[in-house]
Structures are given as structure tokens and as C-alpha cells.
């Protein structure tokens, strides 16, 4: 079974509907990202989360919203779904740094690819 | 802000071409991280390397090198004997530290090169 997993892995949905994204992982990760991509622009942070109570907003987060629901668990909620959304999200995982402050890898889920009409 | 280039949009080659992948980056930080990453057909990323600011010495995996070189600010890739399985979209990525080294988590990614392998 994968370590990261995302719901659904394709949608479509009109302008102005509320979705949600979801991601779980059983890495036992504490930290958790939200990346958008977009043709020819390479991957963009959209928010992070380093642990179920610290949640931070990334490069991109207008328009989006997130929920930890838990240690294992990261969503992202369009709130009013634009045309301009339309990309592929991945959600990625990272351990803790630890003592040694060394970089941690991220993981990345399979993506969602969402069309917004 | 730091930032990341790849300034190689697509790159085709014949297979058993060697082919190297440029990244160049910027960052105002002494402790940094960088990366590599694989985008298959499929769409899944996968990860290649990781490599720190301290280290600047050059890793080879299988077919697979990197060279970094701090005097210029790039991490390059270069895939020996290339393979059609090679093909795919490959990410430089840079997240930056603190000085203790403790990353901030947050990467920042290059727009990411397409490469095709024809048979």
C-alpha cells in the first residue's frame, strides 16, 4: 500500500462549488504539505503544516483553506472553485528534522488532478 | 527570496545519449538543501537525491550523477546511456535552513525540465 494517499485522484467540479482534497499517510510524519502544479511552472506551495496545531500559509494560499484533522491526516477545501484552480495537487510528507537539523526528504502523494468548469 | 532555475525547458536525446539536466539556484541562506526529483508519464513525483550546502561532493547512482558546485550555484544531473524509461519531467528543488541547519520545510521548485528518450 502506497505511504501517502490521495481523494479523489480525478475531479471535476463548476465554478463556485466548496470540495475537498484529502491526504493520509502512514509514514508516522509529522509534517504535511499542499503543492499545486501548473504546466510549465513546476510545483507551488499552497500551505504546510508541521504538526496537527501549527499551520502555516504558503506561497499561493488565496482561496484555499486546510484542515489537520489529525497527525495522519491533511485536507484541502477550495471554498469557491475558479477555472483558474484547475492543476494538479500533491500532497507530500516530511519527518521531523530531529536533533541532527538535518533536511528531511518529502514524499509525495499520487496528485489530484482537478478541473474546475 | 530564494529561487530556482532550469533553464532547460525540454531536452530529446536518442537512447544511450548522455544528457545533462542544469539547475541553478539563488538563496541568500548559508544552509541550504537541494534536490532532485522524477515526474513519470504516470504523474507521481519520486524522489533522486538530496544533497546539503556542506557537501559538495559529487554523487553517482547507477546511470545517474550529480554535480554540485557552490562557486556557481548549480546542481546539475546527468543521466548516462540514457533510457527510454528515462523519460519524464525532473525537478530541481532548494528548501532553505537555518543556520543550525534545521529546515524550514519548505521547498522551493525549478520549472521543471522534459525530457524525451527516443528508441
Known amino acids: 500500500d502506497a505511504d501517502v494517499t490521495q481523494t479523489p485522484r480525478n475531479r471535476i467540479t463548476k465554478t463556485g462549488k466548496r470540495i475537498m482534497l484529502e491526504c493520509s499517510q502512514t509514514k508516522g510524519h509529522d509534517r504535511m504539505y499542499w503543492y499545486r502544479q501548473d504546466p510549465g511552472l513546476g510545483l507551488q506551495l499552497i500551505y504546510y503544516s508541521f504538526d496537527v496545531k501549527d499551520i502555516n500559509k504558503g506561497e499561493i494560499s488565496d482561496g484555499y483553506s486546510v484542515s489537520r484533522q489529525a497527525q495522519a491526516k491533511f485536507s484541502l477545501s477550495l471554498e469557491s472553485a475558479i477555472p483558474n484552480q484547475t492543476a494538479l495537487y500533491f500532497c507530500?510528507?516530511?519527518?521531523?528534522?530531529?536533533?541532527?537539523?538535518?533536511?528531511?526528504?518529502?514524499?509525495f502523494g499520487p496528485g489530484t488532478r482537478l478541473l474546475v468548469l | 527570496a530564494q529561487k530556482v532555475t532550469q533553464a532547460q525547458t525540454e531536452i530529446s536525446v536518442v537512447e544511450k545519449e548522455d544528457v545533462t539536466l542544469d539547475c541553478v539556484y539563488e538563496t541568500r541562506d548559508t544552509t541550504y538543501y537541494l534536490f532532485w526529483y522524477k515526474q513519470p508519464p504516470s504523474g507521481e513525483l519520486v524522489f533522486l537525491i538530496r544533497?546539503?550546502?556542506?557537501?559538495?561532493q559529487n554523487e553517482i547512482s547507477g546511470r545517474y550523477s550529480w554535480n554540485f558546485q557552490k562557486s556557481t550555484s548549480s546542481f546539475n544531473f546527468t543521466i548516462t546511456a540514457s533510457q527510454v524509461v528515462d523519460s519524464a519531467v525532473y525537478f530541481c528543488?532548494?528548501?532553505?535552513?537555518?543556520?543550525?541547519?534545521?529546515?524550514?520545510?519548505?521547498?522551493?521548485f525549478g520549472q521543471g525540465t522534459i525530457l524525451t528518450v527516443h528508441p
Open positions: 528543488a532548494l528548501s532553505e535552513a537555518e543556520a543550525g541547519g534545521t529546515s524550514y520545510g519548505k521547498l522551493t
Open positions: 544533497r546539503n550546502s556542506f557537501d559538495e
Open positions: 507530500a510528507t516530511s519527518d521531523w528534522p530531529g536533533a541532527q537539523g538535518e533536511q528531511e526528504t518529502q514524499y
